[in-house]
């Protein structure tokens, strides 16, 4: 891999300066430098978009020198060559990172003259510096696959700008390492100006500074996310596909469910009866299940099982999540009134699950499903059923199958209008170790086994680089 230069000398006097000496030809060709400079003296960095044009000249540094050693004493500096795009979002422009290259310097090595080696490798991280305050950014999804940064102004200063460090974290066997530079003077949003790929890691790094004379950004604090984007249709219909398979594998049967049924400790119940007025309210989803799933964080409901015994065709007797468990009716919950999506595949050590979303007509949790879920038919489906919207439906027994009703559910009229068929049974409490985890589970919520190739994305498979 061929590497070119970047030379920093001593010029005029106590500062030191940077002097670019660049041979514009593939693949090395870019059409601007930049450049950061941590000064941990002056507790501060200075981050500067220079043009290829304007590179070739002497560049001063900005930083005083320290009293005590009457020596500049910078720290790091690094260069990224980049090329530009048009960003047609924002307006402007954006740039991708081709080149990096860095080196320490310390008081003595402003008496000196240093080659900075730069190589067409990017795969390292952002540098990490400590500005003189840090602040909170937000990521914001609209579906189907666009995302902004927000919170990005401090609402104090009117010349404030920012420069965005933007990076994928590639898995191997990706073509490229992608990592992107964008500027914006002032606002409080940014819109990332493509469209990302799904069930992808990216890191962000927001610097936000006042710009100096030279056109510089002196950096006053600084922030950084990671976030993980969701699965978009094309993932999801590759989960469906493999539930449909690995149930296809095992043979299809389905057998007959009359009633969902919730497994809780009689703790909660009593808590329910007791300070909600016999309401079960929706709770936010957790985290469990595939980590790229658009339910995360971001829809409340109540997790229902619809899962039988293939043997006794009844609910398992045992049950890690509680001694007690409330039976309702099937036709009470899903109805012509009611719409069913298919939301994700995953397991936890061998056995698979899926999660189904059971929601209400026109209601906003069934706008949100719609524009991010698979919408099944709910009289033919390979996972649930409600043939001709009859009281009985029909689950398959290839797989657990979990329904995420986003609903509260009133369980003191139920059983004032239907005490025959909603009903409570006693459940046999699962080992103390099963019981730990099941309260992780219900709080937190487990991500899907890694590495497993049943449920996995295929492009999940692939360890990090």
């Given at each position: 891999?061929?590497?070119?230069?970047?030379t920093l000398r001593r010029h005029?006097?106590?500062?030191?300066?940077?002097?670019?000496?660049?041979?514009?030809?593939?693949?090395?060709?870019?059409?601007?430098?930049?450049?950061?400079?941590?000064?941990?003296?002056?507790?501060?960095?200075?981050?500067?978009?220079?043009?290829?044009?304007?590179?070739?000249?002497?560049?001063?540094?900005?930083?005083?020198?320290?009293?005590?050693?009457?020596?500049?004493?910078?720290?790091?500096?690094?260069?990224?060559?980049?090329?530009?795009?048009?960003?047609?979002?924002?307006?402007?422009?954006?740039?991708?990172?081709?080149?990096?290259?860095?080196?320490?310097?310390?008081?003595?090595?402003?008496?000196?003259?240093?080659?900075?080696?730069?190589?067409?490798?990017?795969?390292?991280?952002?540098?990490?510096?400590?500005?003189?305050?840090?602040?909170?950014?937000?990521?914001?999804?609209?579906?189907?696959?666009?995302?902004?940064?927000?919170?990005?102004?401090?609402?104090?200063?009117?010349?404030?700008?920012?420069?965005?460090?933007?990076?994928?974290?590639?898995?191997?066997?990706?073509?490229?390492?992608?990592?992107?530079?964008?500027?914006?003077?002032?606002?409080?949003?940014?819109?990332i100006p493509f469209q990302l790929?799904?069930?992808?890691?990216?890191?962000?790094?927001?610097?936000?500074?006042?710009?100096?004379?030279?056109?510089?950004?002196?950096?006053?604090?600084?922030?950084?996310?990671?976030?993980?984007?969701?699965?978009?249709?094309?993932?999801?219909?590759?989960?469906?596909?493999?539930?449909?398979?690995?149930?296809?594998?095992?043979?299809?049967?389905?057998?007959?469910?009359?009633?969902?049924?919730?497994?809780?400790?009689?703790?909660?119940?009593?808590?329910?009866?007791?300070?909600?007025?016999?309401?079960?309210?929706?709770?936010?989803?957790?985290?469990?299940?595939?980590?790229?799933?658009?339910?995360?964080?971001?829809?409340?409901?109540?997790?229902?099982?619809?899962?039988?015994?293939?043997?006794?065709?009844?609910?398992?007797?045992?049950?890690?999540?509680?001694?007690?468990?409330?039976?309702?009716?099937?036709?009470?919950?899903?109805?012509?009134?009611?719409?069913?999506?298919?939301?994700?595949?995953?397991?936890?050590?061998?056995?698979?699950?899926?999660?189904?979303?059971?929601?209400?007509?026109?209601?906003?949790?069934?706008?949100?499903?719609?524009?991010?879920?698979?919408?099944?038919?709910?009289?033919?489906?390979?996972?649930?059923?409600?043939?001709?919207?009859?009281?009985?439906?029909?689950?398959?027994?290839?797989?657990?199958?979990?329904?995420?009703?986003?609903?509260?559910?009133?369980?003191?009229?139920?059983?004032?209008?239907?005490?025959?068929?909603?009903?409570?049974?006693?459940?046999?409490?699962?080992?103390?170790?099963?019981?730990?985890?099941?309260?992780?589970?219900?709080?937190?919520?487990?991500?899907?086994?890694?590495?497993?190739?049943?449920?996995?994305?295929?492009?999940?498979?692939?360890?990090?680089?």
């Amino acid at each position: 891999m061929g590497k070119k230069n970047v030379t920093l000398r001593r010029h005029h006097g106590r500062n030191v300066t940077l002097q670019f000496s660049w041979p514009n030809t593939k693949p090395f060709y870019v059409d601007a430098f930049l450049l950061i400079v941590n000064c941990p003296y002056a507790k501060r960095s200075l981050y500067q978009v220079l043009d290829v044009d304007s590179a070739y000249s002497i560049y001063d540094l900005p930083f005083e020198h320290s009293p005590a050693t009457s020596t500049i004493s910078i720290g790091e500096v690094i260069v990224y060559g980049l090329r530009r795009f048009v960003d047609s979002t924002n307006g402007g422009w954006f740039f991708g990172i081709k080149t990096f290259g860095n080196i320490e310097l310390g008081p003595e090595s402003a008496q000196k003259e240093f080659n900075m080696k730069l190589a067409t490798t990017t795969k390292n991280e952002f540098p990490k510096f400590r500005e003189e305050t840090t602040f909170e950014i937000d990521n914001v999804f609209f579906p189907p696959s666009a995302y902004s940064l927000a919170n990005l102004s401090s609402r104090n200063r009117k010349r404030e700008s920012v420069i965005i460090l933007f990076e994928e974290v590639i898995r191997q066997g990706a073509p490229e390492y992608k990592k992107f530079v964008f500027i914006q003077h002032g606002g409080d949003i940014f819109h990332i100006p493509f469209q990302l790929e799904a069930a992808t890691d990216y890191r962000v790094r927001v610097k936000r500074g006042t710009i100096t004379k030279n056109g510089g950004f002196l950096i006053t604090a600084s922030a950084h996310v990671s976030f993980q984007t969701y699965m978009s249709f094309v993932e999801l219909e590759e989960l469906f596909h493999k539930a449909v398979n690995h149930i296809v594998g095992k043979g299809i049967r389905v057998v007959p469910l009359t009633h969902f049924y919730r497994t809780k400790p009689s703790a909660y119940f009593d808590n329910i009866r007791k300070n909600y007025g016999g309401v079960m309210k929706k709770y936010i989803k957790n985290l469990g299940g595939d980590q790229a799933s658009s339910l995360n964080r971001n829809i409340k409901g109540l997790f229902f099982s619809a899962h039988l015994d293939s043997s006794t065709l009844a609910p398992p007797p045992h049950s890690p999540y509680g001694d007690q468990r409330i039976h309702i009716p099937v036709y009470l919950m899903m109805g012509k009134d009611t719409n069913l999506y298919f939301a994700d595949f995953y397991c936890h050590y061998h056995v698979h699950r899926v999660t189904l979303v059971l929601t209400h007509q026109y209601s906003q949790s069934d706008f949100f499903c719609k524009q991010r879920l698979l919408q099944l038919n709910i009289q033919y489906n390979p996972f649930l059923t409600l043939p001709n919207f009859e009281n009985c439906a029909h689950v398959t027994a290839g797989l657990k199958v979990e329904v995420f009703y986003t609903e509260d559910v009133d369980i003191a009229s139920l059983l004032w209008f239907f005490p025959s068929s909603v009903y409570f049974t006693k459940v046999q409490m699962g080992k103390q170790n099963d019981m730990k985890k099941a309260v992780i589970i219900t709080r937190i919520g487990f991500n899907k086994r890694e590495g497993c190739t049943v449920c996995n994305l295929n492009k999940r498979l692939k360890p990090l680089a």
